[in-house]
């Protein structure tokens, strides 16, 4: 039985604030800095989503990408791409929209909607030198 990980990476744009509404502006602007401007700000996301499994004997994936693919475009992208986080994505309500809670929010999303095979990590990048991964737990 051989067992592999495959990742699948897809990109999305959103806007947010950084921007806890149990604090003052003051202490929010000393935790978040520019992030907590009330106009918000924009980021170019990747996405990494990792799955693990055995690999099928006959046709040789650990699971078809492009059904993951699928399942990013709808349970993640179509409501991420293009928006607001804090205002437009009902399964981030009352969430600071930190790339760390954005992971484990996307993580929620997906566990247990995989189909043939284990979600592994889901890895965010926020920007080319800041990301996070989640591994569950």
């Not at 990109?11 to 978040?32: K, M, Q, T």
């Not at 078809?64 to 399942?71: G, H, I, M």
């Not at 189909?115 to 569950?136: K, M």
Request: glycine letters at 8%; charged letters at 25%.
């Amino acid at each position: 039985m051989a067992i592999a990980r495959v990742t699948r990476r897809v990109h999305f744009c959103a806007g947010h604030r950084l921007h806890n509404p149990a604090f003052a502006d003051e202490r929010n602007r000393e935790i978040y800095g520019a992030c907590s401007n009330p106009n918000g700000h924009g980021h170019n996301y990747d996405l990494e989503v990792t799955v693990e499994g055995e690999i099928d004997p006959q046709i040789g994936y650990v699971m078809d990408l492009r059904e993951l693919k699928n399942l990013l475009e709808d349970e993640v992208l179509a409501d991420l791409d293009h928006a607001n986080l804090n205002v437009d994505v009902p399964w981030l309500a009352d969430v600071v929209p930190t790339t760390e809670n954005l992971a484990v929010a996307i993580w929620n999303r997906l566990d247990g909607k995989i189909v043939g095979a284990s979600l592994a990590s889901v890895r965010l990048w926020e920007t080319e030198r800041n990301s996070v991964e989640y591994r569950g737990g």
